[in-house]
């Protein structure tokens, strides 16, 4: 990699036309006591092979999911990404342009973004998508806050098991204005009589998760027409790869849906980037948060794509903007795009369907383990499901990596009681190999 | 160029882009496992198309993009400097791209030392106690900074304390950032040198002040001289400093925020440490704070055990939480971990010292044609005023930087900052040959003569882009945001 020099033809030339002797007399604005007396602490420099060694010997000591094939969920997934999503997003014209601030220059990013926007609203049956927020943690708490803005309420109530982390990002960047109020599963899904009664018409949105961080599926329909009721608005958290073979929000009458949409843009990446998935009624265009392309025409009168609505955004509407988001996922987006128009309506069906198969499967051997049991045997479940497991999670995690080995699933015992349970997810790209391996690796643990 | 048109335009009934294997496990009926409403009942409306009609689609979508691959692109206070290829295939590495956040500890040693050593890295490089890499962009750093204050000052008594002082000239997330936290704003008007001044600082402060935003160079790319007694004035009123990192690319290896008095900082990674942008994402905004506001930032932190291996600590009482459903934008952490190592102290120093240099000389050779209304010599940006081509021959800043895209040149920043007329805000960056800077005058220079000389041509430009100017006002009139 080449750096960049004061010390060519170049500069001389420039330092020449500037009447200067040295690039020192340019930071004269900078008084004598601020200037940097030593030198940065700092490693390096390196060459680029000894870049590449290093961060090569820091990456051969994680476990990673081609060595270990992955059991973990809770809303990072190890989907199968078609090999056109990482070629074609790896194009040095989307990934090294800015945000679309002269639109004649960014027609394709911007055309790529509202097909994005385009195919998300097919999926999920809502009016509206934005062109993305930083994850699904974040779209949640944005999502939120624009309930309590659309309501004039600040009681939001949370029904059953929404993932964890998220909710720690709502409480962080809407607990100014929000009041969270969680109302806990029971038998792995929303209690309707409990959320009845905190639902009342003070409430701004309940928040549901589809399927939950359980795995199990919720009753949307009971839930929408309790929001409904209170004159609350139905958010919804969704996982757009189970859009496949479940009913979309936009159906059962979400005002808002939200969801990750990292898996359909890459590797697991340790959760980021992700893909904040926002989407919404057209009653609340005007609330959304972040950046939202429309259709337009040039002077010619062609079809043309531009940002739009942006005096809802910071630059232009400073401390009463919609959010302050300003960088986004745009090239996730675009990923997500590439994504769904290769899978296509079958393709994305089938992805869904192989989860729930191998899921099934994989949950009727490990529920068939001495000292193994399903959490909520009742279901219904997709692609993810929690065991109660005989020795405590942490245990087994440690021993899945030493044979095998695998990345074990996700500990969520401090939701249920005791540290004996643990979500299992299993996606379209474990063979049924895996999962025998897997679970034989479970049978071994419980045995020792 | 021919219309490309969008995917569903290419869709064939039957076509196929992609196969998935056949179930290999005892399948069972749908019906048996889900309950009937809980399913969908038509496959959603994805596009049906070949693999070689998506491949050719969207290249020819990349083709209608500007990017740094493709030439200079001057937007101000975006940095947009080359982005190095093997930073690419580093962060593609399986180690780092295919681990699961909800590994244990254990099983990520290596993400969590690389991050360490980033977060050590940027101390050093801002003059900070603790940096958290959590945030995944600017705004959310300068959010979580602020909240941190909030709570800060809320421990020690003065919750009165829910103000928040921006220059006008402040980045608009700045007060977005602070409104979301509950903060009220007050802007603070730029002295006439375009900096700001300690008298009109000292009319806004009180004991109701949390804080004070400042960007520094400021985004008229001047340094704040008064930066240590406007840190030293708000401290004695009781309240923190918080310095917006967007221009760190001035100051590297030359003075650091920590140095001048304030409080906390972000960083943009994908500005000043040159991840790529992704037209308009995924970034970073790390951020950095003096050791009084450590026990504020986000869960959860990265901790060192007694036998040197690292941990996870998310038991940290006064934490503002989470900011990030896991553990910020690990990728894009990766391609500035490798940014730095490459370079190390010198070479980022260099870094600035070029960045500066290129930018000088663009406004040297641009200071007759366009006014410049401040003194330089400039950081590592300047604004320039296209009031005298608006006045004069009708052609605003808008038009020129239209303009410039016809001569194959992406414009600067436009309106921005608010408080200079006809704004153009340029920034080269480091990653420029002087034969580029000259391009890019000559560009300027042609169309300030087109201006006086030709200026409808001016004002109906662009015309050789793949789009014409469009209609803006449009797209929010006659609301449209899917197809169909």
């Known amino acids: 990699m080449g ?90 014209e989307f990934t090294t342009a800015y945000t679309a601030y002269q639109p004649e220059l960014s027609q394709g990013m911007l055309a790529a973004l509202f097909e994005f926007q385009t195919m998300l609203c097919e999926l999920t049956g809502m009016d509206v998508a934005n062109s993305s927020l930083y994850d699904g943690g974040t779209a949640l708490a944005e999502a939120v806050l624009v309930a309590a803005g659309s309501t004039r309420r600040s009681r939001v109530v949370v029904a059953g098991a929404v993932n ?43 928040v549901v998760q589809q399927p939950n961080y359980f795995g199990c599926l919720e009753p949307m329909q009971e839930v929408s027409a309790l929001a409904h009721a209170a004159g ?136 068939a383990l001495p000292g193994f049991s399903m959490a909520f045997p009742e279901g219904p479940f997709l692609k993810e499901f929690v065991v109660r497991c005989p020795v405590p999670v942490g245990e087994i995690k440690a021993r899945l990596a ?17 540290g004996h349970y643990m979500s299992v997810a299993v996606t379209e790209k474990r063979t049924r190999d895996e999962i025998d391996g897997f679970v034989r690796a479970l049978g071994g643990v419980s045995r020792a | 160029m021919p219309d490309e048109g969008l995917i569903f335009d290419r869709a064939t009934a039957g076509a196929m882009a992609c196969r998935l294997p056949e179930c290999d496990v005892p399948a069972q009926p749908v019906g048996e496992l889900l309950p009937a409403g809980a399913l969908r009942d038509a496959p959603p409306v994805l596009p049906e198309v070949y693999e070689w009609d998506i491949v050719r689609h969207y ?55 690389l991050m360490r050593e980033l977060e050590a890295m940027l101390c050093a490089i801002g003059g900070m106690d603790c940096v958290s890499l959590q945030p995944p962009a600017g705004a959310q750093g300068e959010f979580s900074a602020l909240l941190a204050f909030r709570a800060y000052h809320t421990g020690r008594g003065q919750a009165q304390r829910t103000r928040i002082i921006v220059p006008d000239s402040s980045h608009g997330t700045n007060p977005a950032s602070a ?43 001047l340094f704040e001289r008064e930066v240590e007694q406007i840190c030293a004035m708000v401290h004695d009123a009781g309240g923190l400093v918080y310095c917006d990192g967007a221009n760190m690319n001035a100051l590297m290896g030359i003075a650091r925020p920590g140095d001048m008095g304030f409080d906390a900082m972000h960083f943009n990674l994908h500005k000043t440490f040159s991840t790529p942008h992704g037209g308009g994402g995924p970034g970073a905004g790390p951020i950095g704070v003096k050791s009084i506001l450590e026990p504020y930032l986000p869960v959860p932190r990265i901790t060192e055990r007694t036998d040197g291996t690292l941990d996870l600590d998310y038991d940290r009482a006064k934490s503002i939480g989470r900011v990030h459903t896991f553990l910020g934008n690990f990728g894009v952490l990766v391609r500035a971990y490798a940014y730095i190592l490459s370079h190390g102290a010198q070479g980022l ?57 016809d001569l194959g040149i992406h414009p ?52 050789t882009a793949y789009r014409t100017r469009l209609d803006e006002a449009k797209a929010a009139r006659d609301l449209k945001l899917r197809a169909g």
């Open chain 1, 402 to 418: 030493e044979t095998g080995p695998f990345i074990g699933g996700v500990d969520v015992s401090s939701l249920l009681g005791d």
């Open chain 1, 164 to 206: 964890p982390r998220y909710l720690e990002c709502v409480r962080t960047l809407a607990g100014v204005t929000v009041d969270l109020v969680t109302v806990p599963a029971v038998d792995g899904h929303a209690d309707l009589a409990a959320v009845a009664l905190d639902a009342g018409n003070d409430c701004a949105a309940i």
């Open chain 2, 349 to 405: 120093t260099e870094v600035t010292r070029r960045a500066v240099l290129n930018a000088n000389y663009v406004r040297e050779r641009l200071a007759e044609a366009f006014d410049i209304p401040h003194e330089g010599p400039c950081m590592h940006e300047f604004v320039l005023s296209a009031e005298r081509q608006a006045s004069e021959h009708g052609c605003r800043a808008l038009d020129i930087a239209k303009r410039l895209i």
């Open chain 1, 232 to 367: 609350a608005l139905l958010i919804v958290s969704f996982d757009p790869v189970s859009l496949g073979l479940l009913g979309p929000p936009g159906h059962y009458g979400a005002d808002v849906a939200v969801g990750e949409g990292g898996m359909m843009c890459g590797p697991m990446s340790l959760g980021g980037p992700g893909l904040g998935l926002f989407t919404c009624t057209r009653d609340l265009v005007r609330r959304m948060p972040g950046r939202v392309v429309g259709e337009t025409v040039d002077t010619l009168g062609r079809r043309s794509y531009v940002n739009t609505l942006q005096t809802r955004e910071q630059h232009i509407r400073r401390e009463k903007a919609t959010s302050n988001i300003c960088t986004n996922q745009a090239l996730c987006a675009v990923a997500a795009g590439i994504y769904l128009a290769t899978m296509g309506p079958r393709g994305i069906r089938a992805v869904a369907d192989l989860c729930l198969q191998k899921a099934h499967y994989a949950a009727r051997a490990i529920a």
């Open chain 2, 59 to 113: 290249t020819r979508l990349s083709q209608q993009c500007y990017g740094i691959d493709t030439g200079i692109y001057p937007l101000g206070s975006c940095t947009m400097k080359y982005n190095p290829r093997l930073h690419e295939d580093l962060a593609h590495l399986p180690g780092f791209s295919h681990i699961h956040p909800e590994q244990p500890a254990e099983q990520l040693q290596g993400a969590l030392r």
């Open chain 1, 3 to 92: 750096r960049a020099s004061v010390r060519d033809a170049d500069s001389a030339a420039m330092m020449a036309a500037l009447g200067v002797g040295s690039v020192d007399e340019l930071f004269r604005t900078i008084p004598p006591e601020l200037r940097l007396a030593g030198r940065m602490d700092l490693p390096g420099p390196l060459s680029d092979l000894e870049v590449e060694d290093r961060c090569r010997r820091l990456a051969a000591t994680n476990l990673d999911g081609l060595t270990a094939p992955c059991f973990a969920g809770g809303g990072v997934y190890d989907h199968f990404v078609p090999a056109t999503v990482s070629h074609l997003v790896a194009r040095g």
């Open chain 2, 179 to 221: 409104a979301r936290c509950g903060f009220t704003i007050t802007h603070v008007p730029s002295g006439p040198c375009g900096l700001m001044g300690p008298a009109e600082l000292r009319a806004a402060l009180s004991d109701d002040v949390a804080g004070l935003m400042l960007t520094n160079p400021n985004t008229l790319g």
């Open chain 2, 412 to 463: 600067p920043s436009v309106y921005f900052p608010l408080i200079v007329h006809e704004a153009m805000m340029i920034e080269p960056t480091e990653t420029e040959t002087k034969q580029s800077l000259d391009g890019l005058v000559d560009a300027f220079l042609q169309v300030a003569r087109e201006c006086k000389e030709s200026p409808d041509l001016v004002r109906g430009a662009p015309q």
